[in-house]
Every structure is written in structure tokens, then in C-alpha cells.
Nanobody, 115 residues
Framework: QVQFVESGGALVQPGGSLNLSCLAS????????MAWYRQFPGKEREMVAG????????NYRDDVSGRFTISRDNAKNMLYLQMNDLKYEDTAVYYC????????WGQGTQVTVSS
């Protein structure tokens, strides 16, 4: 069955950095467009960054472009999100998933930016 296990979230000060990781299983990871999503309390999940299977195409929300970098290791079924210059408004629960938004979602990882 499909499983996503996210990790790497933490409490960090504004301007700090985090590197999120996601281990995916139960589907052919190397064939899928993958993405990081975030969810604010009471809001729908929104895509933060996405990339195609080879990594040749990457897309970012405007508010994270230049600060976040998505990457993947297809041999390990791993997806990563390097987050730099973190801001208060980046505080959210972060999830990884395919562009297809496969159920079930993982538990996510909490990123809290606070001084």
C-alpha cells in the first residue's frame, strides 16, 4: 500500500533553515511527478514545490521561490525540501505526495518559524 513518511520539521527562528525528507513507498516513485504541500490550520493543502521524475522541471510557489529547493533520489524513493531564509508565514504542516494526491496522505511534519 501507498505510504508517505515525512520528517525534518522543527521549531526554527526566522532566517533559519530546515531540510525536510520524505520516504515514499507502494507505487513506482521514479515514474511520478512529486511535490511538497503545506497546510495551514483550517485551510486546504496547497502545493509548495513540485518536480518531474527526472528533476529537469521544478516549480515553486512565488512566495517560496528562491528560498526553497525541491530534490529527489529515485534510487531511494526519497523526496527532499531544502528550506532557507524561513519566515513566520512558512509555519505549517508539510506533506509530500504525488501530483495525483494519492491517498492516504502521510502524517506530515510540522515546521514552526518563531523567535
Amino acid at each position: 500500500q501507498v505510504q508517505f513518511v515525512e520528517s525534518g520539521g522543527a521549531l526554527v527562528q526566522p532566517g533559519g533553515s530546515l531540510n525536510l525528507s520524505c520516504l515514499a513507498s507502494g507505487f513506482i516513485f521514479s515514474n511520478d511527478n512529486m511535490a511538497w504541500y503545506r497546510q495551514f490550520p483550517g485551510k486546504e493543502r496547497e502545493m509548495v514545490a513540485g518536480m518531474n521524475p527526472t528533476g529537469a522541471v521544478r516549480n515553486y510557489r512565488d512566495d517560496v521561490s528562491g528560498r526553497f529547493t525541491i530534490s529527489r533520489d529515485n534510487a531511494k524513493n526519497m523526496l527532499y525540501l531544502q528550506m532557507n531564509d524561513l519566515k513566520y508565514e512558512d509555519t505549517a504542516v508539510y506533506y509530500c505526495n504525488s501530483f495525483r494526491r494519492i491517498e492516504p496522505w502521510g502524517q506530515g511534519t510540522q515546521v514552526t518559524v518563531s523567535s
